[in-house]
């Protein structure tokens, strides 16, 4: 059996294959798992079409809003708090925060393009190009690097943690790191962008994609995992030095884990987003797309959630990095417009719940007084 017919043979619709039948002498449609029909002229109707990229382009859209809020509080906190700002830290999440912005950028740039194609008169060939430059390799390279970065993040953090502050007097590691990753990335990526990402026909291309997603991804790891032992061996010395709370090891572990549990948040974000997606993706048949266009109503959702949610810790910059970190929060609250107003509503709020309590306890009391008087009435 091959994949050619005759041309005086039948004609397939709706994306179908002819097929030949040698030992038979005849031609039949092979048909994708949304059609049937001798030329897949049927819809199956048991199943439902989506528009995945009036879907995405929306999600896109709300991505973006949401990254400009995070990103923009982040940006906003080390332009006003130059202390921070001075740091290894703050000079990887700067860095952090405008690639996240730019990639879900080029993300909806290249949605948009997908869905508004002929008001765009952009043709076949310069989309490819276009949508290699901005989404296969601008977007895709952006996230990595942002993976990287937050490893990064956390490993200055338990320096600081471990030697108390002593390796974060200077941003010559910073920046002599950044060059590096940059480095590795401009080289992993050029390549791919003279082919315009043709790695399907020529192989080192796809090795240097390979490569260039492997290399980061296992290089991110590997710098989590050596934040984790310095902030490991900080709890043993601190342990040692101050000594365990009634004589529990666990109980005082536990409570230096809480204590600086704002490291972790990161590298827990980024395995709990992107372990559904990898375990949907993986498990797929080999012959269907991973979102093919006729699929049930409740896989479509569940797909579709494990495919966005691989994208969220890169746009809730502020959620991951400073919220759960109390001195970032601090100066967050002393050093920024936002902070400050954000700081007058929570006060308002407490000011409004204890008055609410207060309320209530004085008509506990008031209650509890008037059956005490009956009783004595009585």
Not at 27 to 54: M, N, P, V, W
Not at 112 to 123: C, E, F, M, S
Not at 342 to 370: G, H, P, Q, V
């Amino acid at each position: 059996m091959v994949d050619s017919c005759h041309p005086n043979s039948l004609k397939c619709l709706n994306n179908g294959v002819c097929i030949v039948n040698i030992s038979l002498n005849t031609t039949y449609c092979q048909c994708d798992s949304c059609h049937k029909g001798i030329l897949c002229e049927a819809h199956i109707r048991i199943q439902t079409q989506f528009d995945t990229t009036y879907v995405f382009l929306i999600i896109y859209i709300i991505g973006l809003c949401l990254s400009i809020l995070n990103n923009g509080l982040v940006l906003e906190l080390f332009i006003s708090c130059r202390r921070i700002r001075n740091t290894n830290c703050g000079i990887y999440l700067m860095l952090y925060s405008i690639l996240s912005l730019v990639s879900i950028i080029l993300l909806l740039v290249n949605e948009a393009v997908r869905y508004y194609p002929n008001q765009l008169t952009i043709g076949s060939n310069r989309y490819v190009v276009f949508r290699c430059y901005l989404a296969k390799v601008g977007y895709h390279a952006f996230a990595v690097l942002c993976i990287v970065l937050s490893s990064c993040i956390a490993f200055e953090r338990g320096l600081i943690i471990c030697f108390e502050g002593k390796m974060n007097a200077s941003r010559w590691r910073s920046c002599a790191t950044i060059i590096i990753i940059f480095g590795i990335a401009v080289g992993s990526a050029t390549p791919i962008l003279v082919y315009t990402c043709s790695w399907d026909s020529i192989p080192y291309l796809r090795i240097a994609r390979s490569f260039f997603n492997y290399f980061y991804i296992a290089a991110g790891i590997a710098v989590y995992l050596l934040a984790t032992v310095l902030v490991l061996i900080s709890f043993t010395r601190r342990i040692r030095r101050y000594g365990m709370e009634s004589g529990s090891y666990i109980k005082t572990f536990l409570k230096l884990l809480y204590t600086h549990l704002f490291i972790f948040v990161p590298p827990i974000a980024y395995g709990i987003s992107q372990i559904p997606f990898t375990i949907a993706y993986h498990t797929k048949y080999q012959e269907d797309t991973y979102l093919q266009c006729g699929i049930s109503t409740g896989e479509y959702i569940i797909k579709m959630l494990a495919e966005v949610l691989t994208g969220v810790p890169i746009g809730v910059t502020w959620l991951l990095f400073v919220y759960p970190s109390r001195v970032y929060m601090t100066e967050f609250y002393l050093n920024t417009w936002s902070g400050q107003c954000l700081a007058k509503i929570l006060l308002l709020f407490k000011s409004y719940n204890d008055r609410e309590e207060s309320n209530d306890l004085s008509t506990t009391n008031f209650i509890n007084n008037e059956h005490d008087n009956k009783q004595l009435t009585v």
